[in-house]
């Protein structure tokens, strides 16, 4: 119990919270208090405003809120998001692009499951939509999962990616985000030996700790820190009776949150004290960059404690992937059964998460796989978020890794069209990290 007290104790304290901005706002807005005009009930009606929403948004799943797209024919095509696959642990979505024919390329992106929703990925899919059908895996909360769905951990995930895969057939083009890459890998090599003819016809791996040793990083150097047992018992704690997941043991999203928040302390601070001060002066709005970019940094979601612990223990610490030795179901994946999947790798030359060097390790790894369907990419500047979203995304990886699509699906290349979608803006703040924390 005492680790479900501890749950509670983490929700109280941000309801408390939110409560207080909500009492703060309602109070410093009522109407006789303009009868003495004083600037402190507009800075406390600021602050509450700001206080109630940063608190409330941490248990709201974001929407996609995907903005219609433009088509050839100069009209605008409304996107809806359709349930391709549902799983209890994770559904595989489809953006539907609605009175479109079916495009040539066909992409499934791999979202990382590391505190945050999919909606990470709200401006790689925006970006994509234009030249491809996008599908993403959608990972599920997992304080809505009620204990009787069972257990999920990194072989579950891995054979949910299988499936997933199967689903779409083998002219999909699998796009896998930092967290996911080595699982991506593993169940793509599941798929060549059991499965060959579901193979993806590409593989693109983004910024993943496919080998962590390979570079070391602050969250590589924290992994080899902690033993399993510190994190078991510092990390790991049994959802309250508010939500269906009651009795589950998870690494709460609020924990995480928090462990994000400390690291750029200073930045995150002075973000919120501006943003106090644009909205007590009236120069904020509700989709202004702050807000645009805090509603998703701190939308979290839970991960069940045993996903948590086996990637730690078994991606980072015992490199079961760096060393081809990953075991699905009692059967050890051999990665160089891929012959014929073309792969790809992307990494930042800034990326401080997964640092340059872990993702292109996965190359080596390919033993069966012709040079010739092996490529990897270095964009010099860009950070880890950069690598998917923001301008070293749009202006040189996004083009890149449809050209490698298009050389190696087997297709003519279709005609590729600028995006007329605004990409989703970022505010000026270190994004919300979608790998593990360790």
């Known amino acids: 119990m005492r680790f479900m007290a501890a749950y509670d104790m983490m929700e109280a304290a941000r309801n408390t919270n939110a409560w207080l901005g909500a009492t703060a706002r309602t109070m410093a807005s009522y109407p006789a208090f303009a009868l003495i005009p004083n600037p402190a009930f507009q800075w406390m009606a600021a602050w509450g405003e700001v206080t109630e929403r940063s608190f409330e948004r941490m248990i709201v799943k974001p929407d996609w809120n995907i903005p219609p797209l433009t088509g050839e024919d100069g009209r605008d095509h409304i996107v809806a998001v359709e349930t391709e696959v549902s799983r209890p642990f994770g559904d595989l979505i489809r953006f539907n692009v609605q009175g479109r024919a079916p495009m040539a390329r066909r992409i499934m992106l791999v979202a990382p499951m590391s505190g945050h929703y999919a909606t990470l990925l709200r401006s790689t899919v925006v970006s994509l939509l234009p030249d491809a059908d996008v599908y993403i895996t959608d990972w599920h909360n997992a304080r809505d999962i009620p204990v009787s769905a069972g257990k999920f951990d990194v072989e579950d995930y891995t054979l949910y990616l299988v499936d997933f895969m199967k689903a779409l057939g083998p002219d999909i083009n699998v796009i896998a985000v930092c967290q996911p890459a080595p699982l991506t890998l593993a169940a793509t090599a599941l798929l060549a030996e059991q499965d060959p003819d579901a193979q993806p016809s590409t593989l693109t791996l983004i910024g993943g700790p496919i080998d962590p040793d390979a570079a070391a990083t602050d969250v590589t150097d924290f992994g080899r820190r902690v033993t399993m047992g510190q994190l078991e018992q510092s990390m790991v704690q049994r959802v309250g009776f508010k939500y269906p997941g009651v009795g589950r043991m998870v690494y709460p999203g609020l924990l995480q949150l928090a462990s994000f928040m400390s690291m750029n302390a200073e930045t995150?601070?002075?973000?919120?004290?501006?943003?106090?001060?644009?909205?007590?002066?009236?120069?904020?709005?509700?989709?202004?960059?702050?807000?645009?970019?805090?509603?998703?940094?701190?939308?979290?979601?839970?991960?069940?404690?045993?996903?948590?612990?086996?990637?730690?223990?078994?991606?980072?610490?015992?490199?079961?992937?760096?060393?081809?030795?990953?075991?699905?179901?009692?059967?050890?994946?051999?990665?160089?059964?891929?012959?014929?999947?073309?792969?790809?790798?992307?990494?930042?030359?800034?990326?401080?998460?997964?640092?340059?060097?872990?993702?292109?390790?996965?190359?080596?790894?390919?033993?069966?796989?012709?040079?010739?369907?092996?490529?990897?990419?270095?964009?010099?500047?860009?950070?880890?978020?950069?690598?998917?979203?923001?301008?070293?995304?749009?202006?040189?990886?996004?083009?890149?890794?449809?050209?490698?699509?298009?050389?190696?699906?087997?297709?003519?290349?279709?005609?590729?069209?600028?995006?007329?979608?605004?990409?989703?803006?970022?505010?000026?703040?270190?994004?919300?990290?979608?790998?593990?924390?360790v």
């Open 268 to 437: 995150h601070s002075k973000a919120f004290a501006d943003q106090v001060m644009n909205v007590a002066e009236g120069t904020a709005s509700d989709h202004d960059r702050h807000n645009k970019f805090y509603d998703e940094y701190l939308a979290v979601m839970d991960m069940t404690a045993e996903f948590y612990l086996s990637t730690v223990e078994r991606i980072f610490k015992g490199l079961e992937i760096a060393q081809n030795r990953f075991t699905v179901d009692g059967h050890q994946v051999d990665i160089g059964k891929i012959t014929r999947v073309a792969v790809k790798t992307v990494e930042g030359g800034k990326d401080d998460i997964s640092a340059p060097g872990q993702c292109v390790a996965a190359l080596d790894l390919l033993t069966g796989l012709p040079d010739d369907k092996k490529a990897s990419y270095l964009e010099p500047e860009a950070g880890h978020y950069g690598i998917f979203a923001g301008g070293s995304w749009r202006r040189n990886i996004r083009p890149l890794v449809l050209d490698f699509i298009d050389a190696n699906s087997g297709k003519a290349a279709p005609k590729r069209r600028k995006p007329k979608l605004r990409a989703v803006e970022t505010a000026d703040v270190p994004p919300p990290s979608p790998n593990v924390a």
